[in-house]
């Protein structure tokens, strides 16, 4: 089986890129199969450079073609915070539930229509010896006042998939991994993978 190395150590999103390669024929490894990889600092501004960082970086060590994610909720009435802090909004400590309560607080008595917001997800492939690309994909939706739903990870039982009807946490991986912002921006990545995943990558 062919096999893809994705720059992650987050286990929410390690599950998603299993459930969405597999069927393409890929073994998915993540960093959690390379326990002496060193965390890489995501001191950029945005998705995209976070993206990039995570790729190049974890490519040059291994010296093999490696795909990251870098994600977020970015939340209109909070001026798109957290945004790239998403994972560490309420600390370090990287805690979902803290995280949600944080955004929750800050949203208390702003009603639904000043609720809208967007996951956004950036892939970027970095490739020995060639230019990196990168895709980007986003999820609209809007913020709930409490949790819902058991599925997923992060901020998903409390945001509101406005395609759907329902919060992501309410939906089975099947239909999250057809619909959300990390599909998206594989959807477009996958345009690309015959190219990226040539004989000796
Ligand atoms: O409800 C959610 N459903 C999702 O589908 C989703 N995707 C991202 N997020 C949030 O955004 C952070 C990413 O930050 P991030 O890209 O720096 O990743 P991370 O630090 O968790 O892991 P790594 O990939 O960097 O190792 C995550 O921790 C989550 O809080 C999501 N929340
Ligand atoms: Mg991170």
Redesign the pocket.
Known sequence: MKEIII????T??AK?FVQMFSPLGYEVKT?LDFPDVPDVE?TGSTFEE?ALL?AETISKLLNRVVI??????VVDALNGRPGVY??RYAGEQ?N?QD?MDKVLRELEGIPTEERTAR?C?TLAVAIPNEASLTFTGTCEGVILEERRGEY?????PI?YVVEEKKA?AELPPEVKNNI???ANALKKLKEQLPAVFKEGN
């Open positions: 720059a992650t150590k987050n929410g999103k998603e960093l995501e976070n995570k990251s994610d870098d994600s977020g909720l998403s994972a990287k979902d995280n996951f997800c997923g990870f992060g901020y998903d945001f992501m959300s912002h990390r």
